[in-house]
């Protein structure tokens, strides 16, 4: 695949403002965060270079081994696969505050949590029964498809309404764990973060995200429920074959994350879940781009400029400043940092356009997420 140098309008460097001086105690970590101000201007759409985030498309699909059982408590069937590989997930961490936000006791998210994009479905084998779910979620991969190719028209602009309200019934968090395997499947939990970031109490802070989700989990599935007469709307008028395919991948998608959610933090608590933690060096272009996304909508003052140290901090004497990576050229990196440690890549999306956009989408909703808790 041919990839095209593209400009993001969140790059510092095309910003016409002049950046405020701020006070240097940036080296020290702090807790708690704020934001709002002024802005880079928002990401431009990049139709001419094939890639385009008009119509964020959201991840409806699991990993092909995935069960779609709701009660936790059940037993795991016998016939799923035992895992040969670790689930590998990223932590993108968010900029160092240069003061408190404004809320006393504010939970500020530190980090993004970040899992592969599933590949999509294959075909079923002859005579093989699919599944409502399935059946509903190859359908529907197949809608998307279809109106990222065309791009333009009533069904694709359809088509990419709904992948964005299904998107926004799910905090980062939830999206997240919606990815994960189930709980056979599930057999470590490798995540990986950049080298530059301290990474201090990060076990204890993942807990205690993971616990957030579960809280507001179930309630993410019961939106979902009461949305489903907009989603059935469009279920006739996406002319998708047959009633209710939408509404379906809608719910199964949010109860799956509310079944994960519970899953994976009762696990995590009595730590019976191999969890690891490990730095990257070659995952500081995804800080620096966060740190990007976030500059746009912190208010000003909040943190300091992107473009200057690792993850935004001023230059030490002789330390070279932080690349920026974004696109298909941040998604081959993020792919290959999969690949080498031990993600099974058949069961992942390697399209390096679809990766890059969901990428983006994911960062974008987890900054707004940050901002709104800072503020």
Known sequence: MTEATEAYPDDPAAA???????????????????HNGEKIP?????????????????????????????????????DLPESEHPTVALLVPFPQLLRPPSKKNAKVPPFL??????????????????????????????????????????????????????????????????????????????????????????????????????????????????????????DTLTFI????????????????????????ANRVTSSSLPINFTPVPGLDVLRARMHELCWAVAPRGAIPPPGQGSGGVPLLAGEPAAGVKRGPELAGVVLEVFRAHGEDMSDVQTDRMVVAQDLERCMKKAAKEWAKAIH
């Open 16 to 34: 016409t403002t002049t950046a405020p001086t701020y006070p240097d105690t940036t080296r020290e970590k702090i807790s708690d965060t704020q």
């Open 42 to 78: 928002e990401a431009q759409h990049h139709g001419e270079h094939g890639y385009s985030d008009e119509h964020p498309y959201s991840d409806v699909s699991e990993r092909p081994s995935m069960d779609s059982r709701i009660s936790i408590d059940e037993p795991v069937s016998d």
């Open 113 to 234: 949590m970040y899992a592969p994009l599933a590949a999509p479905l294959p075909p079923p084998k002859e005579g093989e029964k699919q599944s409502w779910k399935d059946k509903a979620v190859r359908k529907w991969q197949k809608e998307e498809a279809e109106a990222r190719e065309k791009k333009t028209g009533f069904k694709a602009k359809a088509v990419g309404l709904i992948s964005k309200g299904m998107s926004a019934t799910k905090n980062s968090r939830i999206e997240f764990l919606v990815r994960t395997p189930n709980k056979k499947k599930l057999m470590e939990l490798r995540f990986l973060y950049p080298n530059s970031w301290p990474a201090e109490n990060v076990r204890q802070e993942f807990t205690e995200l993971v616990k957030s989700a579960k809280k507001g989990a179930i309630l993410n599935g019961v939106i979902s429920t009461c949305l489903a007469p907009f989603a059935l709307a469009f």
């Open 241 to 264: 074959p047959g009633p209710f395919e939408i509404t379906a991948v809608w719910s199964a998608s949010s109860w799956t994350g509310a079944a994960r959610a519970t899953g994976i």
